[in-house]
């Protein structure tokens, strides 16, 4: 299936008071960016048509996959000066580019990247700058033995603040975290079908405007996920996905395990 990365934004809360126009799905984790290990994780599971919605600091996305260099997670051989490979990571990789605009919406770009779907029925899409071990096959076969136009993964609230139960006179009823609330949060990793197209207006949003339409008319499921699920919204989260990964620490890289969730060694694919 194909998969539609929505990867232009700004991400302002990344910039850490640089200057520099460097997008957010290229904000590194361990010797790659963001995007390659959501990429990855797509490409572990067989989907390797991608299509990424280019947006602000698009020419550093380009760059990156046009001056790929395989050496850098692959092991290799140095024979008489020339390299050779002993695995790759993108060699079976196919990468539509398309610019859709600096200030879209995320809707209004899946909307100028549906020629490039081919009319296919059911396709994936998600943001390309959160990372998760969730079980991708088992979301496609779920969904699409539903009749529904769109599934979304759900994930627990990842606030750290507590919620107040307020009573009379301003007492204090319970104090809850927020993670124990009854509640779920969009984590992403959209599954749909052609249907969604016609709940985003133009200039529209995939989750405010076409997920919504689809809820009101019974059209929208939930693949609930309690295991890893990490946004990167700001300097502080890539710092810790970055930690984690030199400490050995990355569920989300599930192309390191077999599919006895065995570690296998890194770098093969």
Request: with cysteine.
């Amino acid at each position: 299936m194909k998969v539609v990365l929505f990867c232009g934004g700004y991400g302002m809360r990344m910039r850490n008071g640089s200057a520099d126009d460097v997008p957010k799905p290229m904000a590194m984790v361990g010797p790659r960016p963001l995007i390659w290990h959501v990429m990855r994780y797509y490409a572990h599971f067989g989907h390797t048509e991608f299509i990424l919605c280019l947006g602000y600091g698009a020419h550093h996305i380009k760059d990156f996959f046009l001056n790929y260099e395989e050496t850098t997670s692959n092991d290799f051989v140095l024979r008489g000066g020339r390299t050779e490979l002993l695995s790759t990571d993108i060699a079976s990789w196919t990468i539509t580019f398309v610019q859709t605009g600096i200030e879209s919406p995320i809707g209004e770009r899946l909307r100028r990247v549906r020629p490039y779907l081919d009319g296919d029925e059911m396709f994936l899409a998600n943001y390309a700058d959160v990372l998760t071990d969730a079980p991708l096959p088992e979301m496609i076969d779920r969904f699409s033995r539903r009749d529904a136009g769109a599934s979304m993964m759900v994930v627990p609230p990842q606030s750290s603040f507590h919620c107040v139960e307020l009573g009379e006179d301003g007492l204090v009823g319970g104090i809850t975290p927020v993670s124990e609330l009854p509640l779920w949060e969009n984590g992403g990793y959209f599954v749909l079908r052609q249907e969604v197209f016609d709940h985003i207006p133009e200039g529209g949003d995939l989750v405010a405007d076409g997920c919504a339409q689809l809820a009101k008319r019974g059209r929208l499921v939930a693949h609930q996920h309690r295991g890893f699920w990490k946004p990167t919204d700001t300097v502080k989260e890539r710092a810790a996905l970055d930690e984690a990964y030199t400490r050995g620490e990355r569920p989300w890289a599930v192309w390191e395990r077999d599919d006895a969730g065995r570690p296998v060694a890194v770098g093969t694919a």
